[in-house]
């Protein structure tokens, strides 16, 4: 249901579109419907075409960035051209982390120093490094929107999520530490909790597809959610209608995680 106008004349960078079925897409698409101006990231030559394909399908020219937010070179680059093009920035949806293969695969227990490093910069510390250079954007634009996605594997521990779960947890609070910084700017902070959806990530962690069956049987609505339910929300968190929430874990997970 294109809410239009909801968020017309608005800017928002997004990162984390790898293909049509990434969270970041949905997002996208709902931000489109909304009216808002987009940009993208793509991580790297490999993901550009998809990027590109997607971007033109959303209009002639909407600009795609290169940016791996493990090089800070390239995120400086990422605002700079920002800066450029739009001069200011009303909304930034972060959707992108990453755990080594080996962390996912193996026992918690057994976790790497250096795979844990990786997974907490990438999912979460990337978070701090991109709303630090979105921050004179927004402060121009009088304030400004910025929200994540985390997964309930964060507060409760889901098989096979290992480190991801702790990345999680820092991203979450992460998410708090920002708002309270950049509040007085206007700036709201917030994270999209969302069940289990078949993205390409997703594929990649074990015991991925017996969760979605367990969601029809136990979620209080008794579905799982859709790149569209993660769209409206995120269409909201980017709206003046959630202008009062900052700080926040919003869970759209058909009801899941009330239950026992
Ligand atoms: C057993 C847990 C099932 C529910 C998982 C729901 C979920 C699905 C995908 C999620 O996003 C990612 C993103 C990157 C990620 O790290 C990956 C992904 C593929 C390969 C790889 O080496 N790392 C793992 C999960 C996520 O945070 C949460």
């Known amino acids: 249901m294109p809410a239009a106008g909801l968020v017309a004349g608005k800017k928002a960078l997004i990162l984390g579109v790898a293909n049509k079925r ?6 996208a698409q709902a931000l489109h419907a909304g009216g808002a101006e987009l940009a993208f990231n793509y991580q790297n030559e490999r993901l550009r075409e998809n990027v590109e394909e ?3 399908s959303l209009g002639p020219d909407v600009p795609i960035y290169p940016c791996d937010v493990t090089r800070p070179a390239e995120i400086d680059a990422l605002f700079a051209s920002l800066e450029e093009r739009w001069g200011r ?4 949806v972060h959707s992108l982390a990453y755990a080594p293969r080996e962390a996912l695969d193996g026992a918690f227990v057994d976790t790497r120093p250096e795979d844990w490093d990786t ?11 991109v709303a630090r250079r979105a921050r004179p954007l927004m402060q121009r634009a009088g304030g400004g929107s910025i ?8 507060e409760r521990a889901v098989q096979g999520y290992n480190v991801m779960g702790v990345a999680k947890a820092a991203l979450e609070a992460t998410v708090r ?6 509040g007085p700017d206007g ?14 990530a997703a594929m990649g962690v074990k015991g991925f597809s017996n969760i979605l069956k367990v969601m029809e049987e136990r979620a209080p609505l008794r ?6 339910d993660i769209g409206g929300a995120g269409l909201f968190l980017a709206s003046d209608l959630s202008r009062g929430i900052t700080g926040t874990v919003l869970f759209v997970d058909a009801g899941y995680h009330i239950m026992g």
Do not use: C, H
């Open 177 to 182: 530490y920002l708002a309270a910084d950049l």
């Open 54 to 56: 997607l971007a033109r």
């Open 22 to 27: 990434s969270i970041a897409w949905g997002i």
């Open 147 to 154: 929200f994540t996605m985390t997964y309930l594997g964060s």
């Open 223 to 228: 579905r799982n959610v859709t790149q569209e």
């Open 187 to 200: 700036i709201r902070v917030n994270a999209i909790s969302a069940g289990p959806i078949k993205t390409l």
């Open 119 to 129: 997974a907490l910069q990438i999912s979460a510390y990337s978070l701090v490094a």
């Open 89 to 92: 920035l009303d909304v930034l």
